[in-house]
């Protein structure tokens, strides 16, 4: 009998019992802080990532302090930073702290906004103390002597970090690798605007997007660049492994856009994005700062910046080709 009442027992509990497994409780958004105010991508990311009912809403995570940051010499921080700043503190609620440390004492993860990649390396240093993950934006670095210098701090600390242009995760872009009408890739050239700033080498600024493009189609291996140059426009030629050719085509002058040819062994594609907002990047920062696994390494990173550099090198020798192993192991200042 007594089997029997505990066999009785267990059925009415499962009668009973709501149907199915528990519902998990609803996960909290990451806590994110911003370091540097003076690019529209602060604006665009805290929407993206705070408003629930935005269309491109990206889940998981939500800004709620920020640095200011600034660079005096910058064009580009200096008449833009208290607009955006504004923006951030009175529109869209988010906290301004006095200093980077108090940020990250505040947050679980941060967004290295800072438009001028000059202060890249000194504001990263508090934030890989913090031992907090990071996305550092565009330009990574003014130099690749810092790139190399951030990436080994970084190591040394155990933070994971990546940095990239939106354009690596546009789905247009995209669609023109692993694709079977194209098969394997044997070359690309890509383009897109190259407007210079004088406190950082010519591709640095703003090429680096386009030059994003090449490298996200062609992957690493590039073994020597060189560059032609004009007032109007830039095209500098990769020479990868295997014999393959990717080029850039930096534009100055006339129209610009973004965009890519790639030449495969079963046919040759092109795409000409429109831009297609920041969901995309976002989906990969925030995956990014759960998980810890960055989905473009610091190799293929520093990768690209040698590659421009390499290109800073042609400009100055009159369009000589600069083979990588000189830059990789030169002692950039």
């Avoid at 386009?210 to 992957?219: P, R, S």
Wanted: with cysteine; aromatic share 6%; net charge neutral.
């Amino acid at each position: 009998m007594t089997i029997l009442r505990c066999v009785c027992v267990s059925l009415l509990i499962l009668l009973i019992s709501p149907i199915g497994p528990a519902r998990p409780e609803a996960e909290e958004p990451l806590r994110v802080g911003i370091i540097g105010l003076d690019t529209s991508h602060v604006v665009e990311f805290t929407k993206v990532l705070n408003d629930t009912s935005s269309p491109d809403h990206v889940p998981g995570a939500r800004v709620v302090a920020a640095y200011k940051g600034g660079s005096p010499d910058v064009e580009a921080s200096a008449s833009r930073i208290e607009r955006f700043t504004a923006q951030l503190r009175d529109q869209l609620k988010v906290e301004i702290v006095p200093a980077i440390p108090a940020l990250c004492s505040k947050v679980d993860a941060v967004l290295l906004e800072s438009v001028d990649g000059r202060v890249h390396l000194e504001q990263v240093k508090p934030v890989l103390a913090a031992k907090k993950r990071v996305f550092i934006d565009k330009p990574l670095a003014a130099s690749l002597g810092d790139a190399r210098e951030l990436a080994r701090l970084a190591e040394q600390a155990g933070v994971p970090w990546f940095s990239a242009s939106s354009l690596r995760f546009d789905p247009d872009i995209r669609s023109l690798r692993d694709n079977p009408q194209v098969g394997e890739i044997l070359g690309c050239d890509a383009y897109g605007p190259s407007p210079t700033e004088p406190h950082h080498p010519d591709l640095f600024w703003y090429g680096i997007h386009g030059v994003e493009i090449l490298f996200t189609l062609m992957g690493t291996g590039c073994e020597s660049v060189t560059r032609v140059h004009t007032p109007e426009a830039d095209l500098v030629v990769g020479k990868w492994r295997g014999g393959r050719l990717g080029t850039f085509r930096g534009i100055r002058a006339g129209k610009a856009g973004y965009g890519a040819t790639v030449f495969g062994n079963n046919g040759i594609r092109a795409s000409h994005p429109e831009r297609t907002g920041y969901r995309p990047l976002l989906e990969e920062i925030v995956k990014f700062f759960k998980t810890g696994v960055p989905p473009v390494s610091p190799a293929e990173t520093l990768e690209i910046f040698a590659f421009m550099q390499a290109a800073e090198l042609s400009k100055t020798r009159n369009s000589q080709e600069i083979p990588f192993s000189e830059v990789i192991h030169s002692n950039d200042k």
